[in-house]
């Protein structure tokens, strides 16, 4: 099993900026890469970022590429998601996921969320 707990989700203006953190814990030697997710009120849930837990290459989804830049710290489990320049449209709950595979699976592992909320 691996535990997720993701922080630092808030209000924040449009053009500003928020870093993101997802705390693993217990059998991350077998992920092999996590990734970010966000859900906006009445929309599905749709891919952000994906960085791969060894070796460390990254993936952004065309509407953050950019903007935002993941990122890990194997020494303290955790994957960092910096979201800069930051407008409404990106108001969502924002979840890690983390996978053994290259792909990401409801049955993967998953955080709790956390709200970020983006003012015009």
């Known amino acids: 099993q691996v535990q997720l707990v993701e922080s630092g989700g808030g209000l924040v203006q449009a053009g500003g900026s928020l870093r993101l953190s997802c705390a693993a814990s217990g059998r991350t030697f077998s992920v092999y890469a996590v990734g970010w997710f966000r859900r906006a009120p009445g929309k599905e849930r749709e891919f952000v970022a994906r960085?791969?837990?060894?070796?460390?290459?990254?993936y952004y989804a065309d509407s953050v590429k950019g903007r935002f830049t993941i990122s890990r710290d194997n020494a303290k489990n955790t994957v960092y998601l910096q979201m800069n320049s930051l407008n409404p449209e990106d108001t969502a709950v924002y979840y890690c996921?983390?996978?053994?595979?290259?792909?990401?699976?409801?049955?993967?592992?998953w955080g709790q969320g956390t709200q970020v909320t983006v003012s015009s």
């Open positions: 996921a983390a996978s053994p595979g290259v792909g990401f699976k409801e049955s993967d592992y």
């Open positions: 960085i791969r837990w060894s070796g460390g290459s990254t």
